[in-house]
Nanobody, 123 residues
Framework: QVQLVESGGGLVQAGGSLRLSCAAS????????MGWVRQAPGKEREFVAA????????YYADSVKGRFTASRDNAKNTVYLQMNSLKPEDTAVYYC????????????????WGQGTQVTVSS
């Protein structure tokens, strides 16, 4: 089992940047596929980005491709989401998520979830 704690959310103007961090507990962090999922008010959860156990493979939703970058530091048990050129439609609660295994999860079907961090982009 892994516990996840996100940080780094906040209020930013359109065109700005934020970096989200997700700290994971446990000694087997490197064996988990990690991802970011967001949920805007009144909408369903939406896949944003995924990264495999080594960080060598990343995948993104079309809506964030070219603007967001996922990375991980297994020595620090932390995964990151660098968000650039933010748009008002990026406003949502962002969740860090994890599933055991060497692959990636390209949906919202992760096993473990953080509590979420709010990102608000003003126009």
């Amino acid at each position: 089992q892994v516990q996840l704690v996100e940080s780094g959310g906040g209020l930013v103007q359109a065109g700005g940047s934020l970096r989200l961090s997700c700290a994971a507990s446990g000694r087997t962090f490197s064996s988990y596929a990690m991802g970011w999922v967001r949920q805007a008010p009144g909408k369903e959860r939406e896949f944003v980005a995924a990264i495999n156990w080594s960080g060598g493979s990343t995948y993104y939703a079309d809506s964030v491709k070219g603007r967001f970058t996922a990375s991980r530091d297994n020595a620090k048990n932390t995964v990151y989401l660098q968000m650039n050129s933010l748009k008002p439609e990026d406003t949502a609660v962002y969740y860090c998520a994890a599933s055991p295994g060497p692959g990636v999860v390209l949906t919202t079907g992760y096993r473990y979830w953080g509590q979420g961090t709010q990102v608000t982009v003003s126009s």
